[in-house]
């Protein structure tokens, strides 16, 4: 590779690599991946990780890899719907990979079905197991779970019984084994400290009977020591959190920061880990697996007398080299243990603070330090809770085992767990033995899958401090074809069986071999082989009592010429071991107190002392106790484990799920590439691939599927043929195809060979595609020519009818705006006859109005006159009266002269008014008469000029027909200003408001009739 940082404002690194190192790629390959990756035309990493990476990102998380092996990426969200009882029910008798996707229930019903062969359960095989091995927080104990389950499924009973049933107390008896046996680490927060082999017994009608499980290599260190952001056991958690009369009764009421077990780490509580409920779970299913009251609170009494003897102290004694409890605290909780233990408190005390040495069947009691102290409370701390798990999976064992003597079929179940990498002296630690207190567990733990990699072709673990995988023995490897590819950086070590393979080379009758790599080498370099090895170097240490450093330099005596053996110059406290994937260095330091558990015997003294049967049934009883009860030897109790397991899977015939982890952040969603293509190294997947790669055949593809893919290779010699196997014959050796095998149904190619063969395609489907492409370019060119002369046709056909059509368009221009002109003239007559008509109907209402008004003067007139000349008769009455009465009374003639001529001034006066009133009437009646005369003159003037009009407007409107338009023009011209001269000879105004708001019917159907005349 060439990388280089490009110039520019923006800056970004160019690599560049040779093209032959660059891997290829399927073409066809499916977006969504494949789902065995035995299938990929090219089995490489990069094509094995891109199809999980794409099958992950399709939400499916399980992928085959040749025959019963399941990759199981961990989802890290919950999926119900894929572990429903119809989802089983599908799985159900289905032989494996026929249809349906990969699955667990997929390698639990393969297991399931080779125990009873044909489904004939009276015909019994060769025990089966399942294998699931991955690192911390790949999901290894969800998929056990799911596992069982299934097997339960399979083997429930159709009619219920009394009691609980067997398999209902097998999948209860999972969360005591998490409560007891899991912690949070730092890549997990349900991480399984153990390693357990759950056996599923079935009787003769293939119903579940029993199990049994069995544990190994319990972490008792983590009882005493935890590292930061990780916790405890569960179990001590889940007690601090019971109820408040609970805790009052084991006086653990202050919460697991009071207790010295548990707050080493700042990790206390687990996010959507609920422990008071968790506490009633675990409770219940102590009930079911048939645990007494009495019992269950014996179990968190000794709980929590570990908590409590965790917060003892000591400090220097009165005399040398002795020690005492340190302050009130330490003996209120070494009080407490002793009550909860019930046992003398003083016999406790003596316990921890002294040491008995055995000489001659005499016991010699000396002091011991405050240190040493510290060492044996922790000795005993572990000690205990390792005898309470184990006294909990026996009595599960004993609840769940088989009644009867039908069980003979089993199907075992082994789950692993890892320890988290620790990297000795090189990080701060909050304890000074914290960087060595797992390094013996760590050797001891790659003994373990170093014996079993001595039994059947393992490579061996590399470099973290994990738990190993388990695998199976040569002896059961071999008839069968197994191939084991080991280890990794978690401490998977991983077997890929082949049996079903190599069944199906021998149906197609394919010949073939056997490879596998064992790296004995590594497995002696760490064996107690009499010839030498480091964990028997360590046992021989242990009894002559050499130091470490003598350790050290007998390692370096050994193996200084070992290639996979080095020690640095200058530390001779450290040695590296060349494991699988990387180099481990370990501390020698510590190494040899780790690998002693000696003061078994001392504790046999609690067991005595104890009034609880629970308690004093945790240790066995002197008489049982042989040599080695004085001290025995961790790597000789894990090789005898060791070999209690392979006698177990000696027998079994092998199913296999590599668990992976996709990411550190245990989110949904999230594919780290690296992180995946580490933990497929370290399984073996990678290997497992090179091997079939290079030893077998991985590819296979049936006739028809050749023929239709490269048949155009080789046309002629396919031509006419009806047998597919001649063909395919002739068509290899067509394309010069070496080193492959025809079976009978299937063509067997080696790796690298379907890539050839799909070069010649892409080779010869280019040389067409270019052909194809000068064919079409040509088609194309005279397509484009032909349709350029059609546009071109088109644009002069355009322009020739744009431009007849633009003058066709001016001319209607022209006629548009005279008709504009014409109407707007013709409006405005007919407005101007509106209001003419207006005006008409005015002035004969005008008229009536006034001729009722002078009709209405002159009667009042004559009215008045009336009056006048009434009262004028009246008035000469009178005086005519007077006069007589006068010349009667002469006397009051004298008197009444002047009132005579008062009447007789205003009778005059009467007089005059009458005579001014009767010229009035004449005027009026004069003027109403010439007032009429002239309206009905200017009436019949007007009536003329309006039919003037009509006729000069239809003279006009005929002559408007026939004339052209300038004279059209001319003639709008002449109309406004006749309609102009028309109005003023007339000066007719607008028509008033109030003539508009009084119009009348009658006036409408005039102006209608004015409008009908004028538009004729």
Not at 106 to 115: E, F, G, M, P, Q
Request: one cysteine or more; glycine letters at 4%; charged letters at 30%.
């Amino acid at each position: 590779m060439h990388p280089e940082l490009q110039p520019g404002p923006f800056k970004f690194l160019q690599v560049t690599k040779k093209s032959s190192s660059v891997h290829a790629k399927d073409p066809e390959e499916a977006l969504c991946g494949v789902d065995d990756v035995t299938k990929l035309a090219f089995l490489h990493e990069p094509g094995v990780l891109q199809n999980l990476k794409s099958r992950y990102q399709m939400n499916e998380f399980y992928t085959y890899t040749g025959n019963n092996i399941l990759i199981a990426v961990n989802p890290f969200q919950s999926l119900p719907h894929l572990y429903t009882d119809e989802m089983m029910k599908q799985y159900k008798g289905a032989g494996f990979g026929e249809l349906l996707s990969p699955h667990p229930f997929a390698i639990a019903n393969a297991a399931y079905r080779s125990l009873f062969p044909n489904n004939d359960v009276e015909k019994q095989s060769q025990p089966q197991s399942v294998i699931i091995s991955g690192q911390s927080g790949a999901g290894k104990t969800e998929t056990t779970k799911r596992i069982m389950h299934y097997l339960a499924y399979m083997g429930s009973r159709n009619a219920a019984s009394q009691g609980p049933l067997v398999d209902e107390q097998v999948l209860q008896s999972y969360p005591i084994l998490e409560a007891f046996g899991n912690a949070k680490t730092v890549r997990n927060n349900n991480s399984s400290r153990f390693s357990k082999f759950v056996e599923m017994q079935f009787d003769h009608k293939g119903i579940m009977s029993g199990a049994a499980i069995k544990t190994y290599l319990l972490e008792i260190s983590r009882v005493c020591q935890i590292s930061d952001r990780e916790r405890n056991y569960h179990c001590f958690y889940m007690l601090c959190a019971a109820p408040p009369e609970v805790r009052e009764k084991y006086k653990v009421e202050d919460g697991p920061r009071k207790f010295h077990y548990l707050n080493q780490s700042t990790c206390v509580k687990i996010e959507c880990r609920n422990e008071a409920e968790e506490y009633i779970r675990t409770r219940k299913a102590l009930d079911i697996i048939g645990i007494s009251y009495k019992e269950k609170e014996a179990i968190f009494r000794v709980v929590a007398a570990i908590l409590h003897l965790g917060n003892v102290e000591f400090a220097e004694g009165d005399a040398e080299g002795s020690s005492k409890l340190k302050d009130k605290n330490s003996e209120f909780h070494l009080s407490t243990a002793a009550e909860l233990f019930e046992c003398d408190e003083k016999i406790l005390n003596d316990l921890l603070c002294q040491h008995i040495m055995v000489v001659r069947d005499e016991n010699i009691v000396t002091c011991c330090n405050p240190e040493v102290a510290k060492r044996k409370k922790d000795t005993l701390a572990k000690t205990v809770y390792s005898r309470l798990f184990d006294w909990l999976v026996d009595k599960i064992n004993k609840s769940i085992g088989s009644k009867g003597q039908n069980s003979k079929s089993t199907i075992g179940v082994l789950d692993t767990y890892e320890f988290e990498n620790l990297k000795t002296n090189r990080t701060k630690r909050k304890h000074p033995d914290d960087a060595f207190r797992k390094e013996n567990d760590a050797l001891c733990r790659r003994r373990w899958p170093a014996e079993t990699q001595a039994e059947f072709p393992l490579e061996d673990l590399q470099g973290e401090v994990e738990v190993p995988s388990t695998t199976l023995p040569r002896k059961a490897v071999e008839p069968m074809g197994v191939t084991v590819i080991g280890s990794s950086r978690t401490g998977q070590g991983h077997v890929f069986k082949k049996t079903t393979e190599d069944e199906e080379y021998k149906k197609e009758g394919i010949e073939f071999s056997h490879m596998h790599n064992d790296h004995q080498d590594v497995i002696e370099l760490m064996g107690n082989k009499p010839a030498g090895g480091i964990i028997a170097l360590l046992d021989e240490t242990c009894l002559t009592g050499w130091t470490h450093e003598r350790f050290a330099e007998k390692l370096y005596q050994a193996f200084k010429n070992n290639k996979h053996f080095s020690m640095p110059k200058f530390d001779k406290s450290e040695f590296t071991i060349c494991h699988y994937a990387e180099e481990v260095i370990y501390q020698t330091k510590l190494f040899l107190d780790k690998n002693i558990d000696f003061d078994i015997h001392e504790y046999q003294a609690l067991s005595s002392a104890s009034k609880c049967e629970f308690v004093s049934g945790l240790f066995p009883p002197p008489c049982s106790s042989s040599k080695s009860s004085k001290f025995s030897f961790v790597g000789s109790r894990v090789k005898e484990q060791l070999q209690s397991l392979m006698e177990t899977l000696r027998a079994t015939e092998p199913h296999y799920i590599c668990c992976i982890k996709p990411n550190d952040l245990l989110e949904s969603g999230i594919f780290e590439d690296m992180k995946v293509l580490q933990q497929l190294r370290c399984a073996g997947v990678m290997e497992a691939t090179r091997i079939i790669s290079s030893a077998r055949y991985p590819t296979r593809r049936t006739f028809d599927e050749l023929i239709d893919r490269f048949g155009f290779l080789a046309p002629d010699v396919l031509g006419g043929s009806s047998n597919k196997r001649d063909a395919i014959t002739r068509l290899l050796e067509k394309v010069g195809l070496q080193d492959y095998q025809i079976g009978k149904t299937k063509v067997f190619l080696r790796a690298g060979q379907m890539a050839e063969l799909d070069a010649r395609r892409n080779k010869v489907l280019h040389s067409a595609s270019l052909i194809q492409r000068n064919v079409r370019s040509f088609s194309a060119r005279k397509e484009l020519n032909f349709r350029r002369q059609t546009r071109a046709a088109i644009i002069i056909q355009c322009a020739w009818r744009g431009k007849v059509a633009r003058k066709v368009h001016r001319k209607l221009k022209i006629a548009a705006q005279e008709t504009r002109a014409l109407q707007d003239v013709k409006k405005a007559l007919e407005k101007q006859v509106d209001e003419l008509s207006w005006w008409l109907q005015l002035e004969k209402r005008m008229r009536v109005d006034l001729e009722e008004a002078k009709s209405q003067e002159n009667a009042k007139l004559r009215a008045a006159l009336q009056e006048v000349q009434q009262l004028y008769k009246e008035t000469n009455e009178m005086l005519v009266q007077e006069r007589e009465a006068a010349k009667k009374t002469e006397g009051i003639y004298l008197v009444n002269t002047g009132l005579m001529n008062k009447f007789r001034d205003e009778n005059d006066k009467l007089k005059i008014f009458v005579s001014s009133l009767e010229r009035k009437i004449v005027d009026t009646e004069k003027k109403y008469k010439e007032t009429s005369k002239t309206n009905e003159e200017k009436l019949m003037d007007a009536d003329k000029r309006n039919d003037d009009l009509n006729m000069e407007m239809l003279r006009l409107q005929k002559k408007i027909l026939t004339m052209g338009s300038e004279e059209k023009m001319r003639l709008k011209g002449l109309l406004s200003t006749l309609v102009e001269s028309i109005r003023q000879h007339f000066l007719i105004p607008i028509a008033p408001k109030w003539l508009e708001e009084n119009r009348t019917p009658s006036m409408d159907v005039q102006n209608e009739a004015h409008r009908e005349i004028f538009s004729q």
